[in-house]
């Protein structure tokens, strides 16, 4: 991300679960944070239907490119996930079209 080749990053895992190695990760993200070099968001989504925890997404994104969170929120909401989702998903995560076409064809295809 401070190389400029991506711009936003996006973790998930249940509130109070995600590995010290991530924790860790996420203290070297936060002196980024802190020098305005990344912008921080977190979210908690509480339990619903037969999940029984809370979800919390941690999201990183360039300055300027905040738009990212709620987009991608709003992405996670989608009540169908196919092939249109799973593109939206990796342009939102700044990967290359020819990156997303080769992971459809592997995920998707024949």
Do not use: C
């Amino acid at each position: 991300m401070l190389a400029g080749r991506k711009p936003f990053a996006h973790f998930v895992d249940a509130k109070g679960q995600f590995p010290q190695t991530l924790e860790r990760y996420f203290r070297l993200f936060d002196r980024h944070v802190e020098m305005a070099r990344l912008v921080r968001r977190d979210h908690i989504e509480p339990p619903i239907d037969k999940r029984k925890y809370e979800l919390y997404r941690i999201m990183f994104a360039v300055p300027g490119e905040e738009w990212r969170f709620d987009a991608f929120l709003g992405l996670m909401q989608s009540p169908i996930w196919g092939p249109a989702q799973e593109r939206r998903e990796g342009e939102l995560l700044g990967y290359e079209d020819w990156m997303n076409d080769h992971f459809l064809e592997l995920k998707y295809g024949d």
